[in-house]
């Protein structure tokens, strides 16, 4: 099992910046990708970003290329989402989760991902 804890969220005016942190343990050595969605209210799961736990691969839904930025710190087990120019339409419950067993690339699919965090709330106010 993998136990994943997410942190960082917040109240941010528009143009602002935060940076989501996603802490794991267990058997992360069972996992393979990590990857960040967020949903917002009466709205499904949507991908954000994702990345190799090497590092050697990261992708970004469209909307937020340019502004964020999925790093991770394999020494402590750690997956980052630096936000910056926060937009209202940003605002959403965002979701660590870990994949296993994938050999190359990254999923898109929220359905592919094993392990979830509780989430954390990010609202961006106008």
């Known amino acids: 099992q993998v136990q994943l804890v997410e942190s960082g969220g917040g109240l941010v005016p528009a143009g602002g910046s935060l940076r989501l942190s996603c802490a794991a343990s267990g058997r992360t050595r069972s996992t393979a990708v990590m990857g960040w969605f967020r949903q917002a209210p009466g709205k499904e799961r949507d991908f954000v970003a994702a990345i190799r736990w090497s590092g050697s691969t990261t992708s970004y839904t469209d909307s937020v290329k340019g502004r964020f930025t999925i790093s991770v710190d394999n020494a402590g087990n750690t997956v980052y989402l630096q936000m910056n120019n926060l937009k209202p339409e940003d605002t959403a419950v965002y979701y660590c989760?870990?994949?296993?067993?994938?050999?190359?690339?990254?999923?898109?699919?929220?359905?592919?991902?094993?392990?979830w965090g509780q989430g954390t709330q990010v609202t961006v106010s106008s």
């Open positions: 989760a870990a994949e296993r067993l994938r050999l190359a690339g990254i999923s898109f699919d929220s359905n592919n991902y094993d392990y």
